[in-house]
C-alpha cells in the first residue's frame, strides 16, 4: 500500500504565504514525478506545480512567480511554498506522485486526500 499525507493547508489573507507539504509512505520502490493539482468548487482538477526526481520543476502560469515546488528525495516528500497568494487560489489542493511499489511492476499515480486552502480578499 502507499498514502499521500499533505498538510499545511488553511486560511491565509489575500498576499499572505503558506507552504504545503506532502509525505509518500508504505511499499516504494522509486518516485518519478512529483506534484501538486488543486481543484475549486465548480471546477476541474489542474495542475499546480510539478517536480522530476532530478528537479525539473513545471509551473501553471497562474502560480510562476509566486509557488515553488520542491522535494527531498531521501524522505520521499514534496513541498509546494506558495506566496503573494490570491483568492483565485482558493482551493483544495492535492499532492500527486508517479511511483513504482516494487521493481518488477509498472508505475502508477497515486493522489492524497487534499489539503484545503482558502484565501481572503
Known amino acids: 500500500q502507499v498514502q499521500l499525507v499533505e498538510s499545511g493547508g488553511g486560511l491565509v489573507q489575500s498576499g499572505g504565504s503558506l507552504r504545503l507539504s506532502c509525505a509518500a509512505s508504505?511499499?516504494?520502490?522509486?518516485?518519478?514525478?512529483m506534484g501538486w493539482y488543486r481543484q475549486a468548487p465548480g471546477k476541474q482538477r489542474e495542475l499546480v506545480a510539478t517536480?522530476?526526481?532530478?528537479?525539473?520543476?513545471n509551473y501553471a502560469d497562474s502560480v510562476k512567480g509566486r509557488f515553488t515546488i520542491s522535494r527531498d528525495n531521501a524522505k520521499n516528500m514534496v513541498y509546494l511554498q506558495m506566496t503573494s497568494l490570491k483568492p483565485e487560489d482558493t482551493a483544495v489542493y492535492y499532492c500527486n506522485a508517479d511511483l513504482k511499489r516494487l521493481p518488477q511492476l509498472p508505475r502508477r499515480n497515486y493522489w492524497g486526500q487534499g489539503t484545503q486552502v482558502t484565501v481572503s480578499s
Open positions: 508504505g511499499t516504494i520502490f522509486s518516485i518519478n514525478a
Open positions: 517536480i522530476t526526481s532530478g528537479g525539473s520543476t
